[in-house]
Nanobody
Framework: QVQLVESGGGLVQPGGSLRLSCAAS????????MGWYRQAPGNQRELVAT???????NYADSVKGRFTVSRDNAKKTVYLQTSGLKPEDTAVYFC?????????WGQGTQVTVPS
């Protein structure tokens, strides 16, 4: 059974930074894509950033230049280093794993940037 556990969310002032982590456990196929999505109240869940085991990355335009996704394949862990946080970055951040055509989700971690 695949499980994703996020950590690192919290309250941060505008311009600040946070580092989110997501550790995967279970039977993880070596070829996969891991990353982050977010959902603000009243909004749909949206892509933040993803990274494949090949190292290929994909970022939302709104976070390019401010957020960096990375991963440690040996630890089955994906990270999201955020900087220059803005109030509009406030959301629940969800870890995502795609492998063998299936999507897996973490429980989410709250990031709050007050205005």
């Amino acid at each position: 059974q695949v499980q994703l556990v996020e950590s690192g969310g919290g309250l941060v002032q505008p311009g600040g930074s946070l580092r989110l982590s997501c550790a995967a456990s279970g039977n993880i196929f070596r070829i996969n894509v891991m990353g982050w999505y977010r959902q603000a109240p009243g909004n749909q869940r949206e892509l933040v950033a993803t990274m494949a085991t090949t190292g290929s990355t994909n970022y939302a335009d709104s976070v390019k230049g401010r957020f960096t996704v990375s991963r440690d394949n040996a630890k089955k862990t994906v990270y999201l280093q955020t900087s220059g946080l803005k109030p509009e970055d406030t959301a629940v951040y969800f870890c995502n794993l795609v492998m063998l055509g299936r999507n897996y989700w973490g429980q989410g971690t709250q990031v709050t940037v007050p205005s």
